[in-house]
């Protein structure tokens, strides 16, 4: 789990690239005076640059990305820009990540490997390495920015100024690199030097592809090249066989929010798919033996990441020791089916709000009446007396998508297998330092280990492509070639038949096959920073009914802020501070902007 990822961190600080230079022991040449020659004299010095290129590719969290959609709230502003994006405040001065700095890692590398003395096959292998990560940077460039210059050989630092090339030129040449890429690459590694487990695969090229095409309405080849993973690739759908002690406290009280035998639904079933769907992300099943990891970002013991941070402080509620930095909204929420894969019936704003405030209201009461009463003593009480299940404002949450409850942590709602004891109930403290604005705080994704170094940082290897999504890229593909036809139902049982839901609807048109499944990846792919690149690729009327003059509101009805719309918003402006190393780019900037 620690192997590659903790090469790349540490060879990050000390990498030599080409003829530019830098050393950890701070005593350098100039790089100027340093001639090629005295490096990539050997296959180690090409194995170093390439995990260099690794650190700066290889994406972490997604939650962040989440924040520029309807579903993820960012309380600070030096995290991200996503509540002034979603307000159609963003402007040049904004940098959204234009970034050459791993293209042009890639490109130095592709330039020297040439002619680095070693086994010829390796060198072949490390090539193709190079190229699907640099396409990833592409990729990920056209999405935010659509036309990019396309740069594939070493520019000197005096070079001309460059010219954006246009979105066809940019998505043909990725799926160029993709499909050669995963040609000259292995299904797999057996780990240790140099083929060590974690290294980008014909898999994780194929899902890229796959990725890809879907985002690009090129739909045959999406369909076609996740069908290749689905059928040789070996992965599954990761699953528990036992509830652990904690885990099992919480099935024993599922009870009073799922209505078994009204629904007949198979309770063992149901509650370990909860635990499944959740657990994919903790520590122990965070790793690259993991059956549902493509590709992971992985944890290197002792190397401060801040994308390991993210998982175990920016993520989690004051009262679990973080900051709630980004929190799900209740537009996410609401998102989430019915116990039997319906729409769910939801309340209105104010009868919603009225039935927080008066739980909120009985809770205060009881806590003042005695200094030995707790909101979590409330919560306990209420869940031992059977009570909770007749809560106003509970109701809403009752007979819901598995997914829901693993994934959000829900006011006045237990959680027990964190690592601050066994009694937890989720408190909303409105107003409170570090606590969630929005009335929610994230449970996917959390980890509930902390580091030994005491960095705050998770433990355990982040899946940045796992095959839940390939799973969902065939059924919205397909759909748009064929229909909603059984092998569409089947992908999609797959994922339901893992979180204990229900199978989806054998007969729908095509337009209501593709509703199902816009609200399917919401739901199995929130947090993981997809919500955005899904809702430009739907349209921009899509965009506007979920965006303009919608709140995200507090579960007592105060509004955190109305988002607006603008069909500029489809492509984010080329920041100022490119533009002005580039004049170039001032002429050609993103309409709107």
């Not at 003395?117 to 193709?128: G, Q, T, W, Y």
């Not at 944890?299 to 402080?313: C, E, K, L």
């Not at 919205?476 to 038949?497: I, K, M, P, S, Y």
């Not at 048109?509 to 990846?521: C, M, P, V, Y």
Request: hydrophobic share 35%; charged share 25%; glycine share 6%.
């Amino acid at each position: 789990m620690k192997n590659i990822n903790k090469l790349f961190k540490s060879i990050a600080f000390c990498t030599i690239i080409g003829a530019t230079v830098a050393s950890c022991d701070l005593e350098v040449e100039p790089p100027s005076s340093i001639a090629s020659e005295t490096y990539w004299t050997s296959e180690k010095d090409a194995w170093m640059n390439l995990n260099v290129i690794y650190s700066n590719t290889i994406p972490g969290i997604g939650v962040y990305d989440d924040t520029y959609s309807p579903d993820a709230y960012c309380q600070y502003s030096w995290e991200s820009s996503g509540s002034t994006f979603l307000q159609n405040g963003m402007s040049a001065a904004y940098d959204a990540g234009w970034n050459f700095e791993t293209i042009r890692k890639a490109n130095l590398f592709l330039s020297q490997i040439e002619n680095c003395p070693m086994d010829e096959a390796l060198k072949a292998r490390f090539i193709a390495e190079a190229r699907i990560m640099r396409a990833w940077q592409y990729l990920s460039l056209t999405q935010t920015f659509g036309k990019a210059p396309l740069i594939t050989e070493v520019l000197p630092y005096d070079a001309e100024n460059v010219t954006r090339d246009e979105i066809s030129v940019i998505r043909e040449f990725i799926m160029k690199e993709l499909t050669e890429g995963a040609a000259g690459l292995p299904e797999k590694y057996t780990g240790g030097y140099p083929n060590e487990k974690g290294r980008i695969t014909k898999y994780v090229a194929l899902s890229l592809k796959a990725r890809a095409a879907l985002n690009f309405g090129d739909y045959a080849t999406a369909e076609s090249t996740a069908k290749e993973i689905m059928d040789r690739g070996g992965f599954s759908l990761f699953r528990i066989s036992s509830l652990n002690e904690a885990q099992q406290k919480e099935a024993d009280e599922m009870d009073l929010y799922i209505d078994f035998t009204k629904f007949n639904i198979d309770k063992e079933k149901f509650v370990k798919g909860m635990f499944s769907y959740e657990a994919l992300w903790h520590t122990e099943n965070g790793n690259t033996d993991n059956p549902e990891y493509i590709m992971t970002r992985q944890y290197a013991a002792s190397d401060w990441d801040y994308q390991d941070m993210v998982r175990y402080t920016s993520m989690r509620p004051n009262q679990l020791g973080g900051w709630s930095s980004v929190t799900p909204t209740q537009n996410l929420v609401d998102s989430y089916w019915a116990v039997d894969g319906s729409k769910p019936n939801l309340p209105s704003k104010t009868e919603r709000a009225a039935n927080y405030t008066e739980l909120r209201k009985e809770a205060d009461e009881f806590i003042a009446t005695d200094n030995k009463n707790t909101f979590r003593l409330f919560v306990e009480n209420k869940v031992k007396s059977g009570e909770i299940r007749n809560e106003k404002y509970i109701s809403e949450y009752r007979n819901r998508d598995s997914r829901l409850y693993v994934s959000i942590m829900l006011p006045f709602k237990g959680w027990y297998e964190t690592n601050y004891g066994t009694d937890f109930a989720y408190e909303w403290i409105k107003g409170g330092n570090n606590e969630s604005k929005t009335g929610f705080n994230f449970r996917k994704t959390l980890s509930l280990e902390n580091d030994p170094s005491g960095y705050g940082q998770a433990t355990g290897d982040y899946p940045c492509i796992r095959y839940a999504e390939i799973l969902l890229i065939f059924a919205e593909a397909r759909t748009q070639t064929t229909g909603f036809d059984g092998q569409v139902q089947a992908a999609l049982n797959e994922l339901r038949d893992r979180c204990g839901m229900p199978n989806v609807p054998t007969s729908l048109s095509k337009e209501q096959g593709l509703e199902l499944i816009r609200n399917e990846r919401r739901i199995e792919l929130a947090a993981e920073g997809f919500r955005l690149d899904d809702m430009i690729r739907y349209g921009a009327a899509y965009c506007k009914e979920q965006i303009n003059n919608v709140d995200i509101t507090m579960p007592d009805g105060e509004k955190v802020i109305t988002m607006k719309w603008d069909d500029r918003m489809l492509l984010k402006a080329i920041p100022q501070s490119a533009i002005d190393l580039n004049p170039l780019l001032k002429t050609d900037q993103n309409p709107g902007y």
